[in-house]
Nanobody, 116 residues
Framework: VQLVESGGGLVQAGGSLRLSCAAS????????MGWFRQAPGNEREFVAQ????????DFGDSVKDRFTISRDNTENTVYLQMNSLKSEDTAAYYC??????????WGQGTQVTVSS
């Protein structure tokens, strides 16, 4: 499974961005997809995840009520809609995919920078 993220960039505090992650390869084994982030000097932090079949979602405490996650099963793409962005949301955002038989996969990351 290969993951390609897009949509990162520079945004002012209070603004919005939408990240996309397109999966290719053996996508029939996908069980869930999600996002983590990592700021310089910090540990990698869970952001959000969505199950591939039922669409159940889960969010990290720091992004609840501001971020939403959705998926397009036909396009094998997961989206992270980020609203009310804060400077502390600045980080590299990594897409991840968990498969039923082939393990976990990570994208290369996309940078999100929120200016205050």
């Amino acid at each position: 499974v290969q993951l390609v993220e897009s949509g990162g960039g520079l945004v002012q505090a209070g603004g919005s961005l939408r990240l996309s992650c397109a999966a290719s390869g053996v996508t029939s084994t996908l069980a869930q997809m999600g996002w983590f982030r990592q700021a310089p000097g910090n540990e990698r932090e869970f952001v959000a995840q969505i199950t591939w079949s039922g669409g159940s979602t889960d969010f990290g405490d720091s992004v609840k009520d501001r971020f939403t996650i959705s998926r397009d099963n036909t396009e094998n793409t997961v989206y992270l809609q980020m609203n009310s962005l804060k400077s502390e949301d600045t980080a590299a955002y990594y897409c991840t995919a968990r498969t039923r038989y082939l393990g976990d996969y990570w994208g290369q990351g996309t940078q999100v920078t929120v200016s205050s």
